[in-house]
């Protein structure tokens, strides 16, 4: 072999440039001098700037967003030479829909304005590929297409053959949520009977207290509808850094005149523009909004007559045991389902519209005047209000009480609570980690109750969930095979705490005792509530499973307790571990076979969002990379295989409850007879058979790269064509009833689980942070502005635009305690499990705290010890309850989430 010293080379190297720079036809130093008077005399032809010229040249420019679970959703032009992404530009085209309200462009953020970088990373999955040796040990064996799903195949008949159906889960993650990405596994899940969880709960996005208020936590505004609000406040949410397409909106919102207030433990990126930054403690918002809620009663800041239509702060309570008054207590064979209030103009009680047993689906009163205070006898029983209960109740939670609890002062409560009782139209803002406390439940619901007592509904504001719930009824029709057949769906954060047997990992970091006096249950009363729970039917869950094909989720990174709970799910599915995905991540490692996806900008697709009325075109400006396919295109090749090879082994179908599973016509029915087989063919029957597109073909959406939805894109009600979306219009000015039990925004639970827990009414409670257990410090993790999750969070250009490794953020004068500099290694601890990290100073943040960004892959970090290691979890009892009303599983809508900050930890150097 030949050998080259390095002082040679160096040595070669110079001798050439200094040829090349004195050669007559090449880039000499006397062709890079400077044109004299570029206006007045003809610009020379110099040939070698025809190089960075052509960097800006393409064959082709397609469309498309990017889908990973962001709820920008943006569409990007990408150009195309050779077949290879050069670069992508915001498309920046959306219409303005009204004169007098900014328009939406141009949307994009660092993350999808570098995608062509990242989709040609050394990550990205090009092949088929065949576990080697052991789970996780890296060695792998590139395969065919046709092998590997035929082996997949088999394996999947065999769980089949041993065990029956109900054995296989067929998960999707939040990974895929364009159209396309997200029907095709959902589908053949359908037809499969695979496990699929919850994918707002298993990694605790979910609102509960929204959904107990209004039964739909999914109805909020489009981000244009900010912009005429006159008072905003942002509770567990950073738009400049999560909401970056949309921030403008807030901003333009401020320069319109609005208050905007900032409720955040640190002065954040958004913090920082605000009006007012209230410096609330970790955990604390529920005390706050009750505080609100005190004072707007105290001071009569409410708005009787939207309290008297829209809520039942007028309905009825008995005196006696507690239970909101029902037909069925006032005559034999009632319903359990009707409700009453007191007319005050006929002096007795009458029906209330509009709920679930009622036969009038109004909230009109029709010249009934409902009382929202006093005392009174129905048929000899003694009753009041909710709105009573509520008084009671809100009255333990003054400003002067709340401050310690809080931290912010008495009078800043009771000037702010004033002006958000008069503004025209509030608007509070709350991000996807309030889900992701124990209390979460608790700060929505008493929001909530701020908004309501205050008139703050439809046009006049509201509750913003970062979600709205469109009217795709296709998309579901094709995920869900017609409704014919369904996944076995399970609760998302409670399945993944049962499986990954999280109570072990919870009983060794808290305290039982000093948990109880915080979250008002211990362990083991939770244990016994989940108990009752599942065995009540109120929450799926589905036991043990034998084999797994995991679609687009990193559950190896994000559920806690990382290692232990990996080892869990291995050890559970031994038969087999499909992982579907675009790049080699964190749980793509321990697989058994892999299934390489088409990124973004491969693929024909549709995308949606809550926050603007567009859906974006994917127009597969590119062909995968390697042996990349579709999410669709896989489903088919593993669907037709299934079929293949059920037929040869003369497997047919098998009963599963009131359906069975076809496995020998799979393919026949995913394809609906050969017509769907390609991302193209699914993604052109959405655009034909949906309403919303308006009639626009597929072709004239993707040479614009978006359609406009239309009118009955709306779910709760009509989008308007020329004005922002607002939710609730429907209830607050067409009178139609709340998704609720009494009909009404709903501020009374009698579930005896509520009942036990006194928490029958709004009312504050803490988290369980560092006071539940033994270590000192509490500890947060939100969402990042590199990544989405562990999407990008490797990516060189995204790791150049921060520390570059794993970090926690500290304050200097805890640093200063520890012994800890600025940039220096630390070891994040406590009984359960460790981490090291890079402390990065940041002065605003308690010295009781310790923050994260989350998404960091395990890989990242030293010795390959995750954050989530030291991370226990809980589960609230109160998201589990069901068999009243509205309360109950509902996919995407109310079943219990993964609690994250929960967790406290000590610090020292490393």
Known sequence: ?????????????????????????????????????????????????????????????????????????????????????????????????????????????????????????????????????????????????????????????????????????????????????????YRFASLLGGVQLDIFTDVGDLN??????????????????????????????????????????LWEAKYNGARVVSVAPDYNPSSIHADLWLPIKQGADPFLAMAFVNVIIEEGLYKPAFVKEQTDLTVLVRQDNGMLLREADLRDGGSDQVFYHWDLKSGAAVAVKGSMGSEEKTLALDGVDPAIEGSFEVEGIAVTTVFERVRSEAAKFTPEATEP?????????????????????????????????????????????????TGHGGKAGGLDTSWVEWNHGKLLELALFGFQKFPRLEAGGLGEFLRGHMIEHARRHFDNEKLKARVGFDLDEMEAMIDESVTEGWMPYHGDMKGLISIADNKFRRNKHADKYRERILEEVQELFVNI????????????????????????????????????????????????????????????????????????????????????????????????????DATKWLVDNSAEFGGVSLEEGAEQGFFVMSAAGGANQPIPASEPYNPFVAQVEGKKPYDT???????????????????????????????????????????????????????????????????????PKLAAARGIVDGGRVRVFNGIGEFFAQAKFYPSIPETSIMMEHGWEPHQYEQGKPMNNAMATLIQPLELCGGWGHLGFKLWKYNANQLAHESSVDVEPA
């Open 1 to 185: 072999m030949l050998r080259v010293k390095r002082r040679d080379f160096l040595k070669a190297s110079s001798l050439a440039g200094a040829g090349v720079l004195a050669a007559n036809n090449a880039w000499s130093l006397n062709r890079l001098e400077p044109i004299g008077d570029t206006l007045d005399e003809e610009y020379p032809y110099r040939d070698w700037e025809d190089l960075y010229r052509r960097e800006f040249t393409w064959d082709k420019v397609g469309k498309a967003a990017h889908c990973i679970n962001c709820v920008g959703n943006c569409a990007f032009d990408v150009f195309v030479k050779d077949g290879i992404v050069l670069r992508e530009e915001q498309l920046a085209k959306y219409p303005q829909i009204n004169p007098n309200v900014p328009d939406a462009n141009p949307r994009g953020c660092q993350k999808g304005a570098i995608h062509s970088a990242a989709m040609y990373e050394g990550d990205r999955l090009r092949y088929p590929l065949k576990r080697a040796g052991e789970r996780g040990e890296g060695k792998w064996q590139r395969v065919s297409w046709d092998q590997i799903t035929e082996e997949i195949a088999d394996k999947i008949i065999d769980i089949f053959e041993k065990y029956g159906p109900g054995k296989m889960m067929t998960h999707t993650g939040s990974g895929n949520l364009s159209m396309v990405r997200l029907a095709a596994p």
């Open 208 to 249: 509960t207290g929204a959904h107990l208020a209004y039964g739909n936590p999914l109805e909020s505004f489009t981000s244009d509808a900010w912009f005429d609000a006159d008072y905003i406040m942002m509770s567990l949410f950073n738009p400049n850094a999560t909401r970056i397409p949309d921030a403008h909106y």
């Open 405 to 453: 609890e809080t931290g912010v002062e008495a009078e800043t409560v009771r000037r702010e609570a004033r002006l958000f009782a008069k503004a025209r139209k509030a608007i509070l803002m709350t991000g996807f980690n309030i889900g992701r406390y124990s209390n979460g439940i608790f700060t929505g619901w008493a929001q909530a109750l701020m908004l309501a007592l």
């Open 581 to 680: 995905n675009v790049r080699m991540d964190s749980t793509a490692e321990w697989a058994d076979y892999l299934l390489p996806a088409a990124s973004h900008y491969e693929a024909w697709d549709l995308r949606s969002v809550g926050f603007h009325r567009f859906v974006n075109v994917f127009s597969r400006p590119v062909e995968p990379i390697g042996e990349a396919k579709p999410d669709w295109e896989i489903m088919v090749l593993l669907s037709k295989k299934v079929q293949e090879r059920a037929l040869a082994r003369g497997v047919g179908a098998y009963q599963d409850g009131n359906v069975s599973r076809d496995l020998h016509t799979i393919y026949d029915d995913f394809t609906m007879g050969g017509t769907l087989l390609t991302d193209y």
């Open 741 to 811: 039990l009494t009909g009404r925004i709903t501020f009374y639970c009698d579930h005896p689980r509520f009942m036990k827990l006194g928490a029958a009414t709004p009312t504050a409670r803490h988290h369980a942070g560092r006071e539940a257990s033994n270590y000192p410090l509490s500890f947060y993790s939100p969402h990042t502005r590199w990544g989405i999750h562990s999407n990008w969070r490797s990516n060189k250009f995204m790791m150049r635009l921060q520390r570059g490794e794993p970090n926690i953020y500290i304050s």
